[in-house]
C-alpha cells in the first residue's frame, strides 16, 4: 500500500502556506506565497479574501508537486489561520462584501467603548475575553454598521460570517455548490460571541452586537471530518478533518499536552499560551481565557493566553519604513550587543496583553546622541522578549505554575540573539522543536487524528523532538535592572490616543 500523507493549508496573517506532512511529522513538500497588506488609514488593516482563496490553490498546488503525490495520497488535510480576523460574505454569491478585517485593525474602538459602557470586562465571565478591538464580534458590527445594504441582507439570511478558517473550508468543500459553514471551539473562542462552558454561541452578546445568529457558522471540535474536498479541485473527496485558530494549532503541535506546559509562537505578532487541562481559569493579571484544542467528543481543553501585537512584523517595520535592513535576518548582524540605552515600545495598534490598552501609540525611549541603527536593531529585538516575559509573569500568577521551560516555535526562533536574550529574561531554558513550522504540524495532526492516521496524542508526544537549547546565562541583577527600564518605557506609551482623536 502506498504511503499516506496529510497536508496542512496555514492561513497567515502575511502569507498563505501549504505543507505535506509524513507520519513521523516531517514535511516532504510546501508552498507559500504571500498577500498584500492593505492599509486605508492609520489603525485600519484589512485582506483581500479572494486574493487569499486564490493563493491558497496556488500553494496547494506546489506543495503537492513538491512532495510528488496527488489527492489519492493524502488521508486528510487540516486548516489553520490568522484568528480574529473576520469577513462577511454572500453566501449565494461567494462575494465578500468587505475585505477580510484583520485581527491588529483598531477602528472598532468607539463600538468597543459603546458595548462596554467603561466596563471592559461586560462579557469576560462568559467568553474569557476583555472588549477590545482584537476580537471578531465588532469587526462584523462595524461591516454591517457601514456596508450599504450589509445590514438588511444579513437580516434577510444572506450574509454568513466567519474566521478564515470557516472562509478556507467553505471553499475547499463547494463554496456556493454545497461549502460547509463551519468553525472549531478554538477559532470560535476568540470571536467574543461563544461561551467558553457550553461551547456555544451567546445569543445575547450576538443581540447586543446586532449580530443574526443566521450568520454564524456551526461550532465543531478541532478534529472531526467537517466534508471533503471539492469535485473541482486538486483535494476532491480527501476529507477536511482538522481546524485549529493558528496559536492553539502550534500548541498542540507542540506536543504541550499536560496541564502547566506552554509554548511562545514567535510570528507576525507573539503568543504565548499555557494549557490549564478541563478547568476554565479567569484571569487577574491581563490574560485570555480561551480553548486550546477539543479532540471529537472529548472534553474541551482550556489555556490562558498572552498576545503581544507586534514581533516579527516590526522587523519588517526596520525593512519597509524605516529602510535600515533589506531583509529580515539581517536585523541580527546589525543588532549591536547591547541597546545603547534605548528601549522600543512597539504599541503600534495599541497594546495587547497584559495591559489590554487601546490608547497606547509606540515609543522609543532613552535616547542619546551615542545611539545609531545598531541599537534599534538591537531595541526591536529585545522588546519581543521583554514582552514575552511580562506575559509570563502573568501566566504564572494566574495560574500558580512555575514555568520550568519555554517551548518556542515561529521564524523569529532562527534568530541566535533573540533566543539568548529570551532565555536571559525568563530565566529558563528555552527549547526549539526540529520542525519549527508547528501551527501547520498541529493542524497537520488535528485532521491525522480524525481520520486515524495517527493514534491521538501520543504519536504527537513520540514524533516530537528537540533541535536547540538555550539556557540562560545573564547575571539576574543586570537582567532584572534591563527589566525595570522596559517597565518606565512602557508607562510613556499610556494615553497617547485622547477620546476626541479615537472617536474620529
Not at 472598532?108 to 476583555?130: A, S
Not at 529602510?323 to 539581517?330: D, L, N, T
Not at 526591536?380 to 495560574?399: F, G, I, K, N, P
Not at 493542524?443 to 508526544?461: F, K, L, P, R
Request: proline fraction near 3%; include cysteine; charged fraction near 25%.
Amino acid at each position: 500500500m502506498a504511503e499516506k500523507y496529510v497536508l496542512s493549508i496555514d492561513q497567515g496573517t502575511t502569507s498563505s502556506r501549504a505543507i505535506v506532512f509524513n507520519h513521523a511529522g516531517r514535511i516532504v513538500g510546501s508552498g507559500q506565497k504571500e498577500h498584500e497588506q492593505i492599509l486605508p488609514k492609520a489603525g485600519w488593516v484589512e485582506h483581500n479574501a479572494k486574493e487569499i482563496w486564490e493563493n491558497i490553490r496556488e500553494v496547494v498546488a506546489i506543495a503537492l508537486a513538491d512532495a510528488q503525490v496527488n489527492n489519492e495520497s493524502l488521508a486528510a488535510v487540516g486548516v489553520t489561520n490568522q484568528r480574529e480576523t473576520t469577513l462577511v460574505w454572500d453566501k449565494n454569491t461567494g462575494e465578500p462584501v468587505y475585505n477580510a478585517i484583520v485581527w491588529q485593525d483598531t477602528r472598532t474602538d468607539k463600538i468597543i467603548e459603546e458595548l462596554g459602557g467603561g466596563n471592559q470586562d461586560k462579557y469576560k465571565d462568559r467568553v474569557g475575553l476583555p472588549l477590545a478591538t482584537y476580537f471578531c464580534g465588532p469587526k462584523v458590527k462595524w461591516i454591517l454598521d457601514n456596508v450599504e445594504g450589509a445590514r438588511e441582507r444579513a437580516e434577510a439570511g444572506d450574509l454568513i460570517m466567519g474566521t478564515m478558517d470557516t472562509w478556507v473550508i467553505w471553499n475547499l468543500t463547494g463554496g456556493v455548490d454545497g461549502g460547509v459553514h463551519v468553525t472549531d471551539v478554538t477559532n470560535a473562542s476568540r470571536t467574543m460571541l461563544m461561551d467558553l462552558a457550553t461551547l456555544s454561541w451567546d445569543a445575547d452578546i450576538a443581540a447586543d452586537m446586532g449580530i443574526p445568529m443566521s450568520m454564524l457558522p456551526e461550532i465543531k471540535s478541532s478534529s472531526e471530518i467537517y466534508g471533503y474536498g471539492r469535485p473541482v479541485g486538486l483535494l476532491y473527496d480527501v476529507p477536511i478533518a482538522g481546524d485549529l485558530g493558528d496559536q492553539q494549532a502550534a500548541t498542540f503541535g507542540q506536543a504541550a499536552f499536560e496541564v502547566g506546559m506552554a509554548k511562545n509562537t514567535y510570528g507576525t505578532g507573539c503568543f504565548m499560551i499555557m494549557n490549564t487541562g478541563e478547568e476554565i481559569v479567569p484571569s487577574k493579571n491581563g490574560l485570555l481565557t480561551t480553548v486550546c484544542y477539543k479532540i471529537g467528543d472529548n472534553k474541551p481543553i482550556y489555556a490562558l493566553e498572552g498576545s503581544i501585537a507586534l514581533a516579527g512584523s516590526l522587523i519588517q517595520w526596520l525593512r519597509d519604513q524605516l529602510g535600515i535592513i533589506s531583509a529580515a535576518p539581517e536585523v541580527e548582524e546589525l543588532a549591536a550587543d547591547d541597546n545603547g540605552g534605548i528601549y522600543f515600545v512597539p504599541a503600534f495598534s495599541g497594546l495587547f496583553a497584559p495591559y489590554w490598552r487601546s490608547d497606547a501609540r509606540g515609543a522609543i525611549v532613552g535616547m542619546t546622541r551615542f545611539v545609531d541603527k545598531r541599537h534599534f536593531a538591537r531595541a526591536a529585538l529585545e522588546a519581543t522578549a521583554y514582552q514575552t516575559r511580562e506575559v509570563l509573569d502573568a501566566m504564572e500568577a494566574d495560574s500558580g505554575v512555575k514555568l520550568a521551560e519555554l517551548k518556542v516555535d515561529g521564524g523569529m526562533t532562527m534568530n541566535e540573539t533573540l533566543m539568548q536574550f529570551q532565555a536571559d529574561q525568563v530565566g529558563v531554558p528555552v527549547i526549539r522543536p526540529v520542525v519549527a513550522e508547528t501551527t501547520a504540524l498541529g493542524a497537520a495532526y488535528a485532521a491525522g487524528i480524525a481520520v486515524g492516521y495517527w493514534n491521538g496524542e501520543q504519536d504527537v508526544i513520540d514524533n516530537w523532538a528537540e533541535a536547540k537549547r538555550w539556557e540562560p546565562k545573564m547575571d539576574p541583577a543586570e537582567r532584572d535592572r534591563l527589566y525595570r527600564q522596559w517597565k518606565k518605557a512602557v508607562t510613556r506609551t499610556f494615553d497617547w490616543v485622547d477620546e476626541d482623536i479615537a472617536a474620529q
